[in-house]
């Protein structure tokens, strides 16, 4: 059985799915090797957009209102009442070696855009900080193994690799003052990732569907930022409209534990936990080219409290989606 080729992909790799800041991604299932719809061996590239903006802070599931500038308990802090816009543009690079084994480059282009105010009790003193950069992010190498079954219609797999420390960690949100640990392009560390998956093609059905699960977990630290370890589930089920038009449905479930460690721009006050719904549609524009898209609406958000007792919450997503093209050669 050929090795699995997604007909279409979103934003890679799972990120943050909070942040202090609002390091928020659109978290949709991007392996091809988890969706049942094949392709020959040789390669493929995938390019995608996806956007997310950070801008309405949580504590716990609950929404809560913007701190204010003004508060004297915060005089001389950040106050995260803005808003952080996180883009990213990613390309990946795949090989199906032959019918088992297969590998992939995913390269991320981040582009962010985060404000906040600075605290004064009065309002004229009130200070707005604001830092924009577009870099190359953390690299991902992730090999494939995939068992296929006499039948045809479904497969399994595990999918293995390392998280790259390839992205800058050292961005100033003013000079003298590094952002984030969080918010910045790369986290400084080499992470193993590992997940198994399993998809079934429905005999005489347009229809079929898939279940993945994925870790991430920060083996070799920088600076002594150890970022959380992450995990998804996905399940979904895809449905061939037409020739041409596939439609795609998601349920994105992600986890994030808590930042930690000893750096000066280390936030403790991260990690939570989602659940997504994500449809998505994929078209094809020529017999080895697809353009695809997906948007991914919350059905449940949870952000880690501060661990100083803060009233104050993280900045999570309302809304995010992603838009793509894939071509197999």
């Not at 404000?115 to 953390?138: C, E, M, R, W, Y």
Request: proline share 5%; glycine share 10%.
């Amino acid at each position: 059985m050929k090795i699995k080729l997604l007909t279409l992909a979103l934003l890679a790799t799972a990120s943050n799915a909070y942040a202090g800041c609002g390091s928020s991604f659109c978290a949709v299932n991007t392996h091809w090797d988890t969706q049942g719809l094949a392709h020959d061996e040789g390669f493929q590239l995938d390019v995608r957009y996806a956007y997310a903006k950070a801008d309405t802070p949580r504590v716990g599931s609950s929404k809560v209102a913007k701190p204010l500038a003004i508060d004297p308990a915060l005089v001389g802090a950040e106050v995260e009442n803005q808003r952080t816009v996180n883009q990213t543009l990613n390309l990946d690079l795949a090989y199906a070696i032959n019918s088992q084994w297969g590998v992939a480059l995913d390269v991320p282009l981040v582009m962010r855009d985060h404000s906040h105010q600075i605290g004064d009790p009065n309002p004229a003193l009130v200070t707005t900080a604001q830092k924009s950069f577009s870099q190359l992010g953390d690299v991902r190498v992730i090999g494939n193994y995939n068992v296929g079954y006499d039948d045809h219609l479904m497969g399994s797999g595990v999918r293995f690799g390392l998280k790259l420390p390839t992205g800058n960690t050292t961005q100033e949100m003013v000079a003298g003052t590094q952002m984030e640990a969080g918010l910045q392009p790369g986290s400084g560390s080499t992470d193993a990732v590992l997940g198994a998956y399993h998809h079934e093609n429905f005999a005489a059905s347009a229809m079929g569907w898939f279940a993945s699960t994925q870790v991430q977990m920060a083996m070799q630290l920088k600076n002594d930022y150890r970022p959380g370890d992450e995990m998804s589930v996905d399940v979904g089920a895809h449905y061939a409209v037409s020739p041409m038009v596939t439609g795609l449905l998601q349920v994105n479930a992600q986890y994030k534990k808590a930042d930690s460690g000893t750096a000066l721009n280390m936030n403790p006050h991260t990690g939570g936990r989602s659940l997504n719904l994500s449809p998505g549609v994929s078209v094809a524009v020529a017999p080895r080219t697809k353009l695809y898209g997906f948007v991914q609406l919350p059905l449940y958000q949870y952000a880690n409290p501060d661990p100083a007792g803060s009233a104050y919450g993280q900045l999570t997503a309302r809304w995010s989606f992603s838009l793509g093209m894939n071509h197999s050669f």
